[in-house]
T-cell receptor, first 110, second 113 residues
Framework: DAGITQSPRHKVTETGTPVTLRCHQT?????MYWYRQDPGHGLRLIHY???????DKGEVSDGYSVSRSKTEDFLLTLESATSSQTSVYFC?????????FGPGTRLTVL | DQQVKQNSPSLSVQEGRISILNCDYT??????FLWYKKYPAEGPTFLIS?????DKNEDGRFTVFLNKSAKHLSLHIVPSQPGDSAVYFC????????????FGAGTRLFVKA
């Protein structure tokens, strides 16, 4: 257990609305990641952070932004949600070469 | 372009027998290869990893084999148990400070009692 929580766990929203997902960790890990999981695609990296205020894009970053103002919190924002962003979102931290994941947020955009 | 491929979407195995999950990759620059297990409504959990300089790593019932010339890795589960029924993701990572990781699409394993 890497002490990772995600909130909310489920969210239904409408197209065009902003959405923020929160990831919180309790073990002071430097690296944090946001992934989305879709059928047939496995997990795809959206954005990652290598320290407070230090973030970079992953392979599917369009339409998403992130912020990390404290070590323990990594926020993922959908500025204007679209139906293609309906997915399950996972946050993760690194411990060596392995990543440890939170429980996920299921987001539905109608 | 998928850098990590799991060509079998599902696999069914009898309890007590061996489960073999396969994965192919295209990039020789990865430093580690990993397997994750995922139950429904939970996050993936790290199972086992292997360094790119090794060809085998074993942890209890789980063994990962790496064939660099074929760019292929496999996960062997012996003996398989019903609790092993889950989706297994193969992953490859490169040390870029943190580890950037590419995941395969997953293989769903069914272990029948």
């Amino acid at each position: 257990d890497a002490g990772i929580t995600q909130s909310p766990r489920h969210k239904v929203t409408e197209t065009g609305t902003p959405v923020t997902l929160r990831c919180h960790q309790t073990e002071n890990h430097r690296y944090m990641y946001w992934y989305r999981q879709d059928p047939g695609h496995g997990l795809r990296l959206i954005h990652y952070s290598y320290g407070v205020k230090d973030t970079d894009k992953g392979e599917v970053s369009d339409g998403y932004s992130v912020s990390r103002s404290k070590t323990e919190d990594f926020l993922l924002t959908l500025e204007s949600a679209t139906s293609s962003q309906t997915s399950v979102y996972f946050c993760a931290i690194s411990r060596g070469e392995a990543q440890y994941f939170g429980p996920g947020t299921r987001l539905t955009v109608l | 372009d998928q850098q990590v491929k799991q060509n079998s979407p599902s696999l069914s195995v009898q309890e007590g027998r061996i489960s073999i999950l396969n994965c192919d990759y295209t990039n020789s620059m990865f430093d580690y290869f990993l397997w994750y297990k995922k139950y429904p409504a939970e996050g993936p959990t790290f199972l086992i990893s292997i360094s790119s300089i090794k060809d085998k790593n074993e942890d209890g019932r789980f063994t990962v084999f790496l064939n660099k010339s074929a760019k292929h890795l496999s996960l062997h589960i012996v003996p398989s148990q019903p609790g092993d029924s889950a989706v297994y993701f193969c992953a490859a990572s490169k040390n870029t400070g943190g580890f950037k990781t590419i995941f395969g699409a997953g293989t769903r394993l069914f272990v029948k009692a």
